[in-house]
């Protein structure tokens, strides 16, 4: 793994990300109190750390039960589209469906996978009609029965800042 310290970071701003990727409501006071800085210096540390691409955004992650999305799926889909403008459309395509949460190009059997957010079977169904439209020539859809283990945060910890 490359060195941490080698991409313009330090211990401060190690201990900056990994404060805020876990309490982004944290007040800029508190977060000056934990990593012992000034608020103006933390908060111009962070501003960096958003400048520089470290912070790519700050959201409310949302109870996708509580609000009537049923299903979680992974979507594995392959297609037989080989030309590079065919590629970017259905790409383009697949960046506007709004029940799609992730979506990854892969290398072996499959070419995308999916991860996608559904209300119920009958949206599932329509929305694998949506995907067949695109030109896709295989698909596999998979239904997460239970979720054991959801993150967001990246595990950045004290032994990768050497």
Do not use: W
């Amino acid at each position: 793994m490359e060195d941490i310290k080698n991409k313009g970071l330090d211990n401060v701003d190690l201990q900056l990300l990994a404060i805020l990727q876990r309490e982004v409501q944290i007040s800029n006071a508190e977060l000056a109190r934990r990593v012992n800085l000034s608020p103006p210096a933390t908060h111009t540390r962070v501003k960096r750390l958003e400048n520089e691409g470290y912070i790519d955004q700050q959201v409310a992650i949302l109870n996708q039960e509580k609000l009537g999305f049923d299903l979680l799926c992974y979507i594995f889909m392959s297609t037989n589209i080989h030309q590079e403008k065919e590629i970017e459309e259905l790409e383009n395509s697949l960046k506007t469906m709004t029940e799609i949460l992730e979506c990854h190009c892969l290398t072996g059997a499959y070419d995308y996978l999916l991860k996608v957010v559904i209300r119920d079977r009958q949206d599932l169904n329509q929305f694998i009609r949506k995907l067949n439209k695109l030109g896709v020539s295989r698909i596999q859809t998979n239904l997460s029965l239970r979720e054991i283990k959801y993150s967001t945060v990246l595990p950045i910890e004290e032994k990768q800042q050497v």
